[in-house]
């Protein structure tokens, strides 16, 4: 009688431990691979834009290249699961450009802070790798 208790312990700590495996197992897919080239569309009070992105990634860390109205700058970022966001520096201000999304394929979306240029939406494809 003595071993059932034992038992029962020794199957509880097996099923438990196959539970967390399996949890683990189940872990967030990698973000997707937004690498190369992107053409933007900006909307805005002010207009329109078009600025090109340049993406490397590594993991979930984004650098990259701005060119564009605001002229060219370098580009940081970050990317989890399908949730976007990157910045750069507009050249001779303290203003921050920041790009907020989603990555759908060869696809992205969402909203911008033009800092002293107000707030927008863009969305963008990125171009076939060569």
Known sequence: MKRLPCLF???FAVLVTAS???AADQAAPP???VSGTWNLTVAFTGGTG???FTFKQDGAKLTGHYQGALGEAEVTGTITGNAIKFSFKVGGTDDTVT???TVDGDAMKGSVNLGQFGD???TGKREPKK
Do not use: E, K, R
């Open 50 to 52: 078009n600025p090109v």
């Open 9 to 11: 312990a020794a199957v």
């Open 99 to 101: 790009y907020s999304g």
């Open 120 to 122: 927008g939406t863009f």
């Open 20 to 22: 967390l495996l399996s």
């Open 31 to 33: 973000p997707p691979d």
